[in-house]
Every structure is written in C-alpha cells, then in structure tokens.
T-cell receptor, first 113, second 116 residues
C-alpha cells in the first residue's frame, strides 16, 4: 500500500528564497507530524496536525516557518527567506491517531546555498 | 521534560554476532517507547514499540527490546546480526497525555557498522 510521500526529495535554493515542502500522508491518518533532521541538532519535532488544525506548533524555530494542512490530507511546510541554518532533511510522518506508531516519508533534503 | 539518551554514537559488530543498543529515557510516567531504523537517504522505519503489558517486545527483522522501568531503559537486541542491519538506529519516547499530542522525542542515534 501507499506510504507517506514527500516532495521534492531534494531541493537546492539560494539564501533568501522561499521554499515549499509537501507531504502526502497515508490515507485515513488523521495525525500528521513534521520533523527536522540536521547534523548538529538530530531529530527535532516541528509541528503537529490533527485534521486541518495545528494544536502544537511549538517546534517551529522562527516565524519564517509555517505549515498548513488541507482536506485533512496533504500538508505543506513553507520556509520564507531561507537561511543557511535551514539546511536539513525535513521528515513528515502520519499516524492513525495521535500516540499510534508514526509512519515516516523519505524526507526532503533541503540545501541552502 | 522528557529526554532520550543513546550512549553509543557508533557500534561495530561482526556479522553473526549478537547486538545490544542502549537507550535510556527520562520521564515521570509510563512512556510509550519506540525503536526506529534509518538507512541512508531513507525515512525512519518502525522496528518495534512498547505501550504497556509484557516488557519484552518483539519487532520486525528479528529485533526485540526490553523495557526496564527500574533502570529507565529500553535496550534493543538481536541475537545474530546480518550485514543488511547496518544503518542508524533511533530510540524515541512519547509523552502520553497533556499537550504532547504524541510527538516523538528522539535519542541522538546509534550508527551500526557490520563487518563481514
């Protein structure tokens, strides 16, 4: 069956540009999570969606980061005015409900030049 | 705040040898615990989970883990390692309740190298 799909798999952009990262969760999964994986910081939680609402945005590192989810399905993570420290792998995960095991996509590797 | 410690950054074993990866957590109540594996360029794959009940849990690929409340540990084991087990392994904990919403807190990861 289809797993969590993320696009693009790789993104290279110049400092100061905006980027959008997309996540297609497993069908029927109501909970969706974004994480960031970087060499210095390891795996960090960014934001949690339940349906279309985001009750926990506590992990977003600055107001340059935002995310939305529509139709209880696809989610987009947007980073405005990218900085070099934003370079990382951005992972999306979904689960049937919160507290259930999370299924991860292969991530988007973001490189800021 | 909850935290997870994986004391070993890198472990090397020979193929066919036994394996134990250590994980310690800091948390007040009974945690939900997970082990994930990540191969290069891939996402995280769930190996096994502990929610409650039997403290010895079986997972995929022949892995098992034991929850020891007295030691705040959840170590991952495999009796005989295969070359294909070479990857990075992450222990993770979920705060069950409050406003955690099920978000995972990860350890730093342990890189496993397997020698032929």
């Amino acid at each position: 069956g289809a797993g969590v799909s993320q696009s693009p798999s790789n993104k290279v952009t110049e400092k100061g540009k905006d980027v959008e990262l997309r996540c297609d969760p497993i069908s029927g999964h109501t909970a969706l999570y974004w994480y960031r994986q970087s060499l210095g910081q390891g795996l960090e939680f960014l934001i949690y969606f339940q349906g279309n609402s985001a009750p926990d945005k506590s992990g977003l590192p600055s107001d340059r980061f935002s995310a939305e989810r529509t139709g209880g399905s696809v989610s987009t993570l947007t980073i405005q005015r990218t900085q070099q420290e934003d370079s990382a792998v951005y992972l999306c995960a979904s689960s049937l409900t919160r507290y259930q095991p999370q299924h991860f996509g292969d991530g988007t590797r973001l490189s800021i030049l | 705040a909850q935290s997870v410690t994986q004391p070993d950054i890198h472990i090397t074993v020979s193929e066919g040898a036994s394996l134990e990866l250590r994980c310690n957590y800091s948390y007040g109540a009974t945690p939900y615990l997970f082990w994930y594996v990540q191969s290069p360029g891939q996402g995280l794959q769930l190996l096994l989970k502990y929610f409650s009940g039997d403290t010895l849990v079986q997972g995929i690929k022949g892995f098992e883990a034991e929850f020891k409340r007295s030691q705040s540990s959840f170590n991952l084991r495999k009796p005989s390692v295969h070359w294909s087990d070479a990857a990075e392994y992450f222990c993770a904990v979920v705060h069950a309740g409050g406003t955690s919403y099920g978000k995972l807190t990860f350890g730093q990861g342990t890189i496993l190298t397997v020698h032929p």
